[in-house]
């Protein structure tokens, strides 16, 4: 492909290539026409296939730390009358607590004062290939003005859910594992 109408497509959102440079795009970038062109986007990961021989491998506590960073979006497990309810929230990380902002009343509220686990993971459908930390430990809601305006100046927590989000909730980890799968 020439580098001028590589070019050409990068600047140009609405250029339209055709089935032979996206493939040959996609095989350049080690992906899929598919994934190349966002036709994955709302599909749930994992129904790649699973390679030959995949490698499994446990994670020290501070590599499932780094791969959490600073923010992120997790899966939070709350326990409820009716049986346990996973939610998505997006976390932050301050002082080796996940904290994140709910309303009063919503399923991510329920976990103050609960024994709870997040999950955050990455899954890369192309090379069958990811990761996977989970974190367990006890919920509690800050009720503290300080500690609240502290949460509110460190943690990076705008919800996609947008709106006023005014109760803070901190899992403090008991424990903190995590998993790789790679080819």
Do not use: K
Request: charged letters at 20%.
């Amino acid at each position: 492909m020439a580098i001028t109408y590589l070019g050409y497509l990068e600047e140009h959102p609405g250029a339209a290539p055709g089935p032979g440079p996206l493939t040959r795009l996609a095989e350049a970038l080690g992906t899929t026409v598919t994934e190349l062109t966002g036709g994955a986007v709302d599909l749930p990961p994992g129904p790649g296939r699973a390679v030959r021989e995949p490698r499994f491998t446990e994670l020290a506590p501070g590599e499932c730390r780094a791969l959490l960073g600073s923010h992120g979006v997790g899966r939070l497990a709350v326990p409820t009358d009716t049986g346990p309810v996973i939610v998505p929230v997006n976390y932050s990380v301050v002082e080796g607590a996940f904290v994140f902002r709910t309303v009063l009343g919503a399923t991510p509220s329920l976990a103050a004062g609960q024994a709870v686990a997040l999950e955050v993971d990455r899954i890369d459908d192309t090379f069958s290939q990811g990761w996977s930390v989970l974190i367990r430990g006890s919920a509690r809601s800050v009720t503290d003005p300080r500690a609240q305006q502290r949460l509110t100046e460190q943690a990076y927590s705008a919800p996609w859910a947008g709106g006023e989000h005014d109760l803070w909730v901190r899992v403090e980890p008991r424990t903190v594992t995590g998993r790789r799968i790679t080819v």
